[in-house]
Nanobody
Framework: QVQLVESGGGLVQPGGSLRLSCAAS????????VGWFRQAPGKEREFVAA????????YYADSVKGRFTIFRDNAKDTVSLQMNSLKSEDTAVYYC??????????????????WGQGTQVTVSS
């Protein structure tokens, strides 16, 4: 079964940038839509961004639109999230997930069957 591993989290000042990466091991997610979600303390996990299997279509939460960019490299079996103009409210654990149940909405947590372990992003001065 494919496993996902996130990397690239850390501490950044407001207005700064980070790039998160999600890599597959033990299998491939190159044929599956992939999404990024985040969960702040005391809050539910929420949708951030997603793209379909070839990256032709991308989707973003309103809160990150224009600041975050999701993209993939299927040759390397990776999906990345470029985060610019970061705000304190972007602080959360970020998870990538792969969707292997065809026809399910890409913006819903419940659609995804394979999740990474998460990486912490902290935006603070």
């Amino acid at each position: 079964q494919v496993q996902l591993v996130e990397s690239g989290g850390g501490l950044v000042q407001p207005g700064g940038s980070l790039r998160l990466s999600c890599a597959a091991s033990g299998g491939s997610f190159s044929s599956a839509p992939v999404g990024w979600f985040r969960q702040a303390p005391g809050k539910e996990r929420e949708f951030v961004a997603a793209l379909d299997w070839n990256g032709a279509n991308t989707y973003y939460a309103d809160s990150v639109k224009g600041r975050f960019t999701i993209f993939r490299d299927n040759a390397k079996d990776t999906v990345s999230l470029q985060m610019n103009s970061l705000k304190s409210e972007d602080t959360a654990v970020y998870y990538c997930a792969a969707l292997f149940r065809w026809g399910m909405p890409l913006t819903k947590v419940s659609s995804y069957t394979v999740w990474g372990q998460g990486t912490q992003v902290t935006v603070s001065s």
